[in-house]
């Protein structure tokens, strides 16, 4: 079983979680108790979520398809 090369992709998704903690770490030190920062914040965390979800759904799913590919090949 031959495996995707994923270093493009985690470049990418660590790249966006970075990007986002550098935001909530910029937020929380620069900016007072405004609305711009909490969203910026909230934007940042979010960022972060959504880049977690996609590398973890992403990989399972692949893992799932190549499975089945297998299995497939096998019978």
């Given at each position: 079983?031959?495996?995707?090369?994923?270093?493009?992709?985690?470049?990418?998704?660590?790249?966006?979680?970075?990007?986002?903690?550098?935001?909530?770490?910029?937020?929380?030190?620069?900016?007072?108790?405004?609305?711009?920062a909490?969203?910026?914040?909230?934007g940042?965390?979010?960022?972060?979520?959504?880049?977690?979800?996609?590398?973890?759904g992403?990989?399972?799913?692949?893992?799932?398809?190549?499975h089945?590919?297998?299995?497939?090949?096998?019978?």
């Amino acid at each position: 079983m031959t495996r995707p090369p994923w270093k493009l992709r985690r470049r990418a998704i660590f790249g966006s979680m970075i990007f986002g903690g550098v935001v909530v770490a910029y937020t929380a030190i620069r900016w007072d108790s405004t609305s711009l920062a909490e969203t910026l914040a909230l934007g940042g965390f979010a960022l972060i979520a959504a880049a977690v979800a996609t590398y973890t759904g992403g990989a399972a799913y692949e893992d799932v398809r190549l499975h089945r590919k297998d299995d497939s090949e096998n019978t």
